[in-house]
């Protein structure tokens, strides 16, 4: 829609500005995207993932995201005008079907294989299957994408939505690092589950690495200069 486009281009800079100067970005990519449909699936360490993500995928995107975060009052609204994808707990197949139109249409898809916060010791839970499920029914390309920061500079905030108390996990400043890595073909029948799941805990395999992979470059370097992105 064209409102979805107009609100995308004038939030996309503030985004990015932000990323460019209150984080130490460091963002690499194996490859350069391919055209048209894609699926950008990445770990979850902060609620702000999403959005720091979208910004570097610079492109108009659409986030598979919690359905209570459309809630939370002018979010919500930016959320919804935006026309990111609420992901509501027992009603994953409407996502999924939001998703694909997306996809079909060969637009981005931004989704967190592991459904939820990475866990608060850090590490990764596995990958639900939504994912692999768009993947095999779009037959577009999965852009693994693995994150690093600095977990002494999360900020926990308690929130009340609809009556429930919720905490997220705000990264306001510090390093971020991101490697986006190559795409990923998979193809087979969407209604074998047993595939379904190979297919699933492959594209988290990939983003662990990758994760991995930007640990050790955080680890490594003195730091990148805010806004750095590089590709191979």
Known sequence: MLSDKLIYYASWPVVLSYTGTMLKTDVQKHAQFPQGAKIIAA????????????????TQSFIMINDLLFQVPILGAYLRRSGHIPVKVGSGQAAIDAALEHLAAGQTIIIFPEGALSPESGGFYPARTGVARLALASGAPVIPVGIHLNWDKIHTIRSTVRGQVEYGRWYLRGPYNVTFGEPLYYRGDVEDRQYV???ADSVMHHIIELSHESQERMNQAPGALPGTITAA
């Open 43 to 58: 770990n979850h360490p902060t609620t702000t993932d999403p959005f720091f993500v979208a910004s570097m995928v610079r």
């Open 197 to 199: 799941r190979i297919v």
